[in-house]
């Protein structure tokens, strides 16, 4: 069977498409079985699936093209189910979702409530019976991508928003910005394939495609440095240093340091009451008292100075280093701030309300 030119590139496209995607679903499904797996986390599956979906698409177009003449309506067949598998791609992307790490706040209440699966299901089977029929019937007239054109935009200005969320808490401002860029750059292309020029398409989904792929595997890298930028570290190890530096304005500057127990070790500033209840905490740990300060009990009779007047001080003091270090809402509650606490104080088994720095004395620096 001879073939003209733009059935050569469809052909070659299929090939290329097939084999491309399929390793990368194959990669990403690996990424989830070695690693998502074990934390019941199934976004990597549906991100696996949507990649699968393009490369079935590249086998239909391999297998239409090949057997262009046993095939009625070629066109009608090839188009709609490549809509089909479009739109499919875009549903489970959005199942893929609730289980990002990061989810913009605005969208968080409606991404991550139980009737998500409706509210991006329902529009997915609104638009794939009227593809289906526009298949059966065989109307060639009828514009079938349409629709999986519509669905693929919402599944956009979504998906856009949250990876832009997911690289910036990250702190991987580079990969957000890629993101952004490479999602303006699939909107034009779903744009583009309301047009004739099939061969255009064709050059516009393969760099789409290439682009989105690679976005997914950095989430995932992204994810696995997430999971493995966990404070841990030994006390004993632990040193803290505090300073106050005057600035050229006059004012003065709060700043503390950790060596070995974040990543990084770079100078914070905190606020003077932070500063100073940090303070008392050193002071009282280098003294002969045995480090142990007293917090005050929830409505207590009797007048007597405490040293902390209540819990909130301490989580405050805790916020405000991970904020110095990690940036306001780039840390979380389980994998920051309770492995942070367990590190820096301890509590007396002893009295109830004591607590003190679990760090040495010698570790602790006031210049």
Known sequence: MELDAQQSVVLFYGFWQMVVCLFAFIALFGIWYHIGRKQNDVGQVWLALSVLC??????????FVLNLNEIGDYAVYSSGSRSILSLMNSLFI??????????????????????????????????L????????????????????????????????????????????????????????????????????????????????KTNLIMIFFALALSWVKDLTDKIIANPLQVKLSMSIKKLANGKFTHLVSFNGLFEENK????????????????????????G??????????????????????????????????????????????MPLKSILLEKSTEKERMIRLSLPPENLTIK
């Open 94 to 127: 959005l199942l893929a979702l609730p289980w990002f790490r990061y989810i913009p706040s605005l969208l968080q209440p409606v991404i991550k409530s139980k009737y998500w699966i409706l509210i991006v299901g329902l529009p997915f089977v609104f638009s």
């Open 267 to 290: 100078e914070i500033a905190i606020s003077p009451s932070h500063y100073q209840l940090l303070k008392k905490f050193v002071d009282k740990r280098k003294s002969n008292q045995g």
């Open 292 to 337: 142990w300060l007293e917090i005050k009990p929830k409505n207590a009779q009797k007048i007597q100075d405490y040293e902390i007047k209540d819990y909130n001080e301490i989580k405050r003091l805790i916020h405000a280093i991970l904020d110095g270090y990690f940036g306001k809402s780039s840390w979380t509650k389980e994998q920051h701030e």
């Open 54 to 63: 393009w490369s079935v698409s590249g086998a239909l177009d391999v297998v």
């Open 129 to 208: 019976l009227p593809t289906l029929s526009k298949i059966i019937t065989k109307n060639q007239e009828a514009l079938i991508n349409e629709l999986d054109v519509y669905y693929s935009i919402l599944t956009l200005i979504v998906l856009g928003w949250v990876l832009w969320e997911s690289f910036i808490k990250r702190r991987l401002s580079i990969l957000a910005i890629l993101s952004v860029s490479c999602i303006v750059f699939i909107f034009a292309a779903q744009i583009f394939k309301l047009s004739d020029n099939a061969l255009y398409q064709l050059m516009f989904s393969a760099i789409f």
